[in-house]
């Protein structure tokens, strides 16, 4: 901490015997100049490596040097002359001498009642010189009694008041605060003033994040930032009557290897957010996407084949925030564990267990730590027997168990009884909160040496809430929550599959492992799957069950990728995938990890459309497997069939004739895709439209939060494109789209559409407008691209800087019989789909079908196309132009609006 600046060190020439007004002028230019070329010197240092504290310390003797020089200016030529008439106390973080470039500045005026007048001078004069030269200043004008009074409502003020350091000003005044104030302040309701810290740092976790591994980490008030420091030790000065650090090493409270952490803490995060407040011109404390490459550059990380400089940054981040938790755990606990010390007899009885473990006050504990060094496996028993007993793990275990990670070798991880005990908790209840404190206390990473290379793992995009590690134990809870009933109403599918499960601890395994790859770089599930067998091995799995688990980690993407970017009702697609299945119990268990998977990434990321098309492709597949003869499928049977019992239902209302030449018109592909009550109401809606421009029907299927549109119309060019650009000016998303052309000419296009934000559009009077609008398209009366400019110039906000990657477009002419497959990855924009379709016409391409997945501000589109002949697209150079011809439209600016 700096010496507060020398009370003889004079900054500025002053003539204290002129009138104020006339001084203040030059004061403030002086000031300005000073001010500028210091705040140029610090960050030189900084940008040259100077260390967080170095700058901090820097900082603050600046800014205490600024207010000796302004405050003996001010003082001077006040009403009544004599000693200073307050005392002027630094407060919060600057009265703990940790300034950053753009901290607040807190202060308070302490002064008697009989000098308010003059304090209030006093206080108008330095106040609004700085203001006036740009510092963002807070201040209090207080009595003691003000004082005492503001700590005795307000557990914040009662907190600054402990940051308390005495800057300049009457010395009797501030012998008088440290005796009437500042020891009662510090000393009274101690019990209280911890209980209210306690409840505070629960809020200020919950508000910023309840998980140290958060996307945009704040590192001030999140979990393992500066906040969990100061909070640590303003309880510990409470509990023990002490005013420092220093003061806590003294009196043996902190010893000499804590307080060397706490200061490499501090460091660390001070050097973070001294860069951050130079890059940002203000305060902020938030590590925003952009920020965080800049930062990292800062900091030396260069990008290597494992990772990018970015995410080699964040994960060194997230592992200090971690200590950094871990360690204010400590304190805190030390506090709390006082405070709750049995005060009668019989007061919550001990319960013995097994191996000098026992439990007190619903906590598990251990009798001799040094056991677990003479018998290393009653390390995993601790774990079992804390979740077998359904109580917490003392903070003295915890930290034991960490003293003896280092037993944990491979004979551990082989051996017979600590893995039969792993695989207990795995079947047990609640066993992902296991999970979590073998994963807090880094116990996972030993046991399981490749989930270390996941640990903090970054992944620096906007879809990624969580790192790697964190979210495969999020996607366990997410099974758990299926078992426990909590998703009985709104998936009642995936709750009957979950209870359907044989090996629940295989399928835990699964989804704790599903990532396992992404330590290794690029294509990870085939790396996972490599690593699962050795793991499979040491944990003593069967043949079929280490084939299992190693299916499930290299295809665990595949469910996903196939319900929300292919056709489902290609029925190839659905045996293809069967084939790939061949068991129903392991489709079961991908279907659960899918689910778990898409969940855990964050709270944008699942949808109930993605959850419909997940369990269509599940349903059939399925229905496939338990078929077993894929190629029993009658085809053409099944077509006639469905003609029978179509025609059955229609010909009385609109005739024979009128009927069978529908029938007649459609394809092959269109009726085996749809069930016979779908294709009725098809025709329902072209018949009811007879000569009319457009059929329109409006279904919304609230359970599933989007709605299904029906548009029957007559084929014209580019009609897709348009359909698209007249939905994306009303503001409405396409999920999917299923395009159908009969031989006619009559066109029925089916689809799912939802609002931005991913609920029903239920207004009359929205979906009229859009009706008129489509059919004032269609009919020539307004051009698209007139109605696409409009909703364009209304603007399209994107809230936060996010890491932008090239677009990119894939194509696959191997899924389909008859279609190239098309997948474009770029992002998001009003009239996206517009654009992209609009491109296709141009070309002469036709779209059977289109599947839109949108990741936060990503898109991954997919289209099935044929050419002009109804052929597939197979030319290399035709691929190569409609690559070229999408990327110049998705990526140029005036595509954005």
């Not at 809870?477 to 998703?487: H, N, V």
């Not at 749809?674 to 000569?691: A, C, M, N």
Request: net charge neutral; with cysteine.
């Amino acid at each position: 901490m700096p010496q507060t600046a020398n009370a003889d060190d004079r900054l500025f020439d002053d003539n204290p015997r002129a009138p104020w007004d006339e001084r203040r002028p030059a004061l403030l230019q002086q000031a300005k100049s000073w001010l500028a070329d210091e705040r140029k010197r610090i960050e030189q240092a900084h940008r040259q490596g100077g260390s967080g504290t170095e700058v901090v310390n820097q900082l603050t003797l600046m800014v205490d040097r600024l207010m000796l020089s302004l405050f003996r200016a001010a003082v001077s030529g006040l009403p009544g002359e004599g000693p200073s008439p307050c005392a002027l106390f630094a407060i919060g973080g600057y009265g703990r001498a940790e300034l950053n470039p753009k901290s607040d500045i807190d202060l308070m005026f302490y002064y008697r009642a009989r000098d308010r007048a003059q304090v209030e001078v006093l206080s108008e004069r330095l106040l609004y010189l700085l203001w006036d030269l740009g510092l963002e200043v807070g201040y209090s004008v207080r009595t003691g009694d003000d004082c005492l009074e503001m700590a005795a409502r307000d557990i914040t003020a009662r907190t600054a008041l402990l940051d308390t350091r005495f800057l300049c000003g009457s010395p009797e005044l501030c012998r008088e605060f440290d005796r009437n104030v500042y020891r009662q302040v510090r000393d009274r309701n101690t019990k209280s003033f911890i209980r209210g810290k306690v409840e505070e740092r629960e809020v200020r976790i919950r508000k910023y994040g309840s998980s140290v591994f958060l996307l945009e980490p704040n590192i001030k008030e999140g979990e393992g930032g500066l906040r969990d420091i100061h909070s640590a030790l303003w309880l510990l000065m409470v509990k023990y009557k002490c005013r420092s650090i220093r003061e806590l090493l003294h009196k043996g409270v902190l010893t000499e290897e804590e307080t060397k952490r706490i200061a490499a803490f501090l460091d660390y995060l001070w050097r973070i957010r001294n860069e951050l407040h130079f890059l940002s011109g203000r305060k902020n404390d938030q590590l925003h996407f952009d920020k965080q490459e800049k930062i990292a550059r800062f900091l030396g990380y260069r990008d290597n084949r494992k990772a990018p400089a970015v995410e080699q940054f964040m994960q060194d981040y997230y592992l200090h925030a971690t200590q950094v938790e871990h360690e204010t755990s400590l304190l805190f606990n030390r506090v709390l564990e006082r405070d709750r010390r049995p005060t009668g007899f019989g007061y919550f009885p001990r319960r013995e267990l097994e191996h000098g473990f026992y439990v007190l006050r619903d906590e598990l504990r251990i009798a001799r730590p040094e056991v677990l060094a003479e018998e290393p496996r009653l390390l995993m028993r601790a774990f079992l027997l804390s979740h077998r007993q359904g109580v917490t793990l003392s903070v003295a275990l915890k930290t034991a168990i960490r003293e003896h990670l280092h037993l944990i070798n491979d004979h551990f991880r082989r051996d017979r009884q600590v893995n039969r005990d792993f695989f207990e908790i795995l079947r047990g209840k609640g066993c992902s909160a296991v999970l979590r404190d073998m994963h807090h206390l880094r116990f996972l990473n030993r046991y399981i040496p490749e989930f270390e290379r996941i640990y903090c793992k970054v992944q620096h995009d906007a879809y990624h809430i969580y790192t790697v590690d964190i979210h495969s134990l999020f996607a366990v809870e997410e099974i758990e929550k299926l078992w426990q009933g909590e998703y009985a109403e709104s998936k009642p599918l995936l709750t009957s599959v979950a209870n359907d499960i044989e090996k629940r601890e295989l399928l835990l395994l699964a989804v704790l492992l599903h990532d396992i790859g992404k330590g290794e770089g690029k294509n990870h599930s085939e790396k996972g799957a490599v690593l699962v067998r050795t793991i499979a091995r040491r944990l003593g799995l069967n043949k079929e069950d280490s084939s299992r688990l190693e299916f499930l980690v290299l295809h665990h993407l595949d469910m996903a990728h196939i319900s929300q970017r292919r056709d489902l009702h290609d029925p190839l697609l659905i045996e293809q995938f069967a084939r790939t299945m061949e068991m129903t119990e392991t489709l079961k268990m991908l279907f659960l990890l899918t689910f778990a998977d898409l969940k855990a990434v964050g709270p944008d990321v699942w949808s109930e459309w993605k959850g419909f098309l997940l369990q269509e492709l599940y349903e059939k597949t399925y229905e496939a497997l338990e078929r077993g003869n894929f190629t029993a499928d009658a085809r053409s049977e099944r077509v006639r069939n469905r003609k029978r019992k179509v025609f059955d239902a229609l010909v009385e209302d609109y005739g024979e004739r009128r009927v069978k030449t529908a029938l007649r018109a459609m394809g092959n592909r269109y009726l085996l895709s749809h069930r016979s009550h779908e294709i009725i109401e098809h025709l329902r809606v072209t018949f009811e439209r007879g000569k009319d421009t457009l059929g329109l029907k409006i279904e919304h299927l609230p359970d599933r939060k989007y709605s299904q549109l029906i548009i029957s119309t007559l084929d014209t060019p580019g009609l897709f494109s348009k359909i698209a650009g007249v939905m994306a000016a009303n503001r409405i998303n396409i999920l999917g789209a299923r395009i159908y052309t009969h031989a006619d000419g009559e066109v029925i296009d089916l689809l799912q559409v939802a609002s931005s934000a991913g609920e029903i559009i239920d207004s009359p009077a929205r979906w009229s407008k859009v009706e008129e609008d489509l059919r004032a398209v269609l009919e020539g009366r307004v051009r698209v691209e007139s109605l696409v400019g409009k909703s364009r110039s209304r603007g399209f906000v994107v809230e936060k800087a996010r890491p932008r990657y090239p677009t990119r477009i894939e194509f696959d002419n191997r899924i389909s019989m008859n279609y190239t497959v098309v997948d474009i990855f770029t992002h998001d924009k009003v009239g996206l789909l517009y654009d992209i379709t609009r491109t296709f016409n141009e070309m002469n391409l036709y779209i059977g079908v289109s599947k839109i997945s949108t990741k936060v501000d990503q898109v991954a589109d997919t289209f099935y196309l044929q050419d002009i002949f109804g052929q597939k697209i197979t030319e290399g150079q035709r691929l190569d132009e409609i690559r070229a011809r999408l990327i110049a439209v998705l990526d140029s600016e005036s595509a954005e609006g």
